[in-house]
């Protein structure tokens, strides 16, 4: 007679039930990465909206008595002078400060919409503890609220060379 050798009732239960608690366990992990997903897109798009206010307010001017190339450079301690100038009239770092939920200038308009919710705000203010200047630099903060709530804070200094 030969011996037939088969798993018993209880052994297909165990087995049912160590393989029901791993899925368990790998699908409740995988959801918890496909939920931070968006997270990775959503600072991005943070990312790039500060990258596009920095270039816009660094290619201005230190000061408003600096050179329109920044020659000849301007010999007075950092100031922040307030010009009420227009967006269109902006000539030098200082008058981004306090800029608020305006349109980046170096924008397409084709991809505005995608950073709908975002929120912007700028701030300058003079530093003068990088040690590059003598009479300080200016210290440019550019603070993206996106849409879920998290605050992105992004600073450049300007210096006056």
Known sequence: MKSVQGMSLVEMILTIVIISV?????????????G??????VQTRAL??????LDEIMSHRFDEDTG???????TGACRITDDSENRDDYDDVDDFAEISNEVPALIDSSLAADYAGFTV?????????IGV?????????????????????FSVYKGNY
Request: hydrophobic share 40%; aromatic share 6%; net charge negative.
């Open 22 to 34: 791993a899925m368990v366990a790998s699908l409740r992990s995988f959801s918890v990465l496909s």
């Open 36 to 41: 931070r997903s968006s997270d990775v897109m």
């Open 48 to 53: 790039d909206l500060a990258q596009l206010y």
């Open 68 to 74: 329109v190339y920044g020659t000849p450079t301007f």
């Open 121 to 129: 705000s700028v701030d300058v203010a003079c530093d003068d503890t």
């Open 133 to 153: 200047n003598t009479d300080g630099a200016k210290l440019v903060t550019v603070t993206i609220t996106d849409p879920i709530g998290n605050d992105s804070v």
